[in-house]
């Protein structure tokens, strides 16, 4: 099975800030890398697909990039909707396998 | 607009079973693959189950194979997962989602139902 980490686990950032979070694959993903953003008490929310391409209606301060291995989230600038969990997933092979996450928090 | 509705959670004993249905609409059921996740409280996700388009290919996983079945009713656009010989680490919120890809390639879920809790517990 292919291992995802993430980090930070946590990071605590302030209203405009930009915000990475890197995703790491145990074997090489190509570009079948998906970001989904979770909101305390909600489902998840598809950001990112394909590592690098924004899902409809989701608002351009979110980037994904990467290939292979190695891969990011970027907020390029904070803003209060985006607190939340942030889950990186493989999609390359069977058992897909998501990342353990990372909370963004307010400073 | 694509809904997707849990329903069948609750609570069942250890060895126990439940099956957990997911209602869509504001797609086109038939043509579109669907996977269940599940989160236990306080925890990451896990993928637990994929179903292609065909309704024939379907993959699990390991925790699961064997004791959980992914199934669909297209009449009826729902696709459920039947779950047996259920043990305390089942215990989750069970997340239906739809496959970004129309009769394609696995992969991405774009839309997630609300979910729906199931505890076991003796």
């Known amino acids: 099975d292919i291992q995802m980490t993430q980090s930070p686990s946590s990071v605590t950032a302030s209203v405009g800030d930009r915000v990475t979070i890197s995703c790491r694959a145990s074997q090489t993903l190509s570009s079948w890398l998906a970001w989904y953003q979770q909101l305390p008490g909600k489902a998840p929310k598809l950001l990112i697909y394909?590592?690098?391409s924004l899902q409809s209606g989701v608002p351009s301060r979110f980037s994904g990039s990467g290939s292979g291995t190695d891969f990011t989230l970027t907020i390029s600038s904070l803003q209060p909707e985006d607190f939340a969990t942030y889950y990186c997933q493989q999609a390359h092979s069977f058992p897909f396998t998501f990342g353990p996450g990372t909370k963004v928090e307010i400073k | 607009q694509v809904q997707l509705v849990e329903s069948g959670g609750g609570v069942v004993q250890p060895g126990g079973s439940l099956r957990l249905s997911c209602a869509a609409s504001?797609?086109?059921?038939?043509?579109?693959?669907m996977h269940w996740v599940r989160q236990s409280p306080g925890k990451g996700l896990e993928w637990v189950a994929f179903m292609r388009h065909d309704g024939i290919n379907k993959d699990y996983a390991d925790s699961v194979k064997g004791r959980f079945t992914i199934s669909s009713d297209n009449s009826k656009n729902t696709v459920y997962l039947q779950m047996n010989s259920l043990r305390d680490d089942d215990t989750a919120v069970y997340y239906c989602?739809?496959?970004?890809?129309?009769?394609?390639?696995?992969?991405?879920?774009?839309?997630w139902g609300q979910g729906t809790l199931v505890t076991v517990s003796s």
């Open positions: 504001g797609f086109s059921f038939s043509s579109y693959g």
């Open positions: 989602a739809k496959n970004w890809a129309r009769a394609g390639a696995p992969g991405f879920s774009d839309y």
């Open positions: 394909a590592a690098s």
